[in-house]
């Protein structure tokens, strides 16, 4: 995914370009940095830490609140029969309602029902197949590259209620043992999707990260 994005912006025209990922997209991220650092020339990431800390990490409390990263990771099609079996909005609305730490309540009907839209069993075998690549390849090339520090100029940002408390305290100190150049940071007083909860919040810290 990472190369994909190379692909896009040199199709775009661009060699060099900033970046900001969530949750995901924060690893798509990370790795970009890692592999093409010259092209690169800020970064932001949001609400993820790095995917070797936390199969590294792991706790009683984070396998029963963060299951779905053991299940989607196994086999195919076996979560993937799994999960068809209940309707998209039952899956959907639990499994984000648990991860946001917050609830649901601030996305529109109109939001909702377009991820319902968008949750078909393609889609579906897509994430999974995600997921399954965190805990194989992906930790693999994050193994060999653990003591690798990204050097551009990085932004975190997180919500200081998307995750258990231990969790929220200890994400700067983990990032910076992957990251030589934090600028900026801030613990959002909201859940795990920080972007559709205080989308002000975030652009206030693009406009000022981005354009300095």
């Not at 994005?5 to 900001?20: D, N, S, T």
Request: neutral net charge; aromatic residues 12%.
């Amino acid at each position: 995914m990472a190369r994909d994005l190379i692909e896009v912006m040199e199709q775009l025209g661009y060699q060099r370009f900033m970046i900001a990922g969530h949750d995901r997209g924060g690893r798509t991220t990370h790795r970009l940095c890692l592999d093409q650092p010259n092209r690169i020339i800020k970064a932001c990431i949001m609400d993820v830490v790095p995917n070797y800390h936390v199969w590294t990490n792991i706790t009683k409390n984070w396998v029963i609140r963060t299951w779905h990263w053991g299940f989607m990771a196994q086999p195919e099609p076996f979560p993937e029969r799994l999960i068809s079996a209940v309707p998209a909005e039952y899956f959907l609305k639990s499994r984000m309602a648990i991860r946001g730490g917050t609830g649901v309540g601030f996305l529109t009907d109109t939001a909702i029902n377009e991820y319902i839209r968008c949750y078909t069993l393609k889609t579906v075998t897509g994430s999974w197949r995600d997921y399954r690549a965190t805990a194989t390849c992906d930790f693999e090339m994050d193994t060999a590259d653990k003591d690798k520090k990204i050097d551009m100029p990085l932004l975190l940002l997180w919500g200081a209620r998307g995750q258990p408390p231990e969790r929220a305290k200890e994400f700067l100190d983990v990032w910076r043992r992957y990251a030589s150049n934090i600028v900026a940071h801030e613990a959002i007083e909201c859940g795990h999707y920080i972007q559709e909860e205080m989308p002000d919040k975030v652009i206030q810290h693009f406009t000022s990260f981005f354009k300095a």
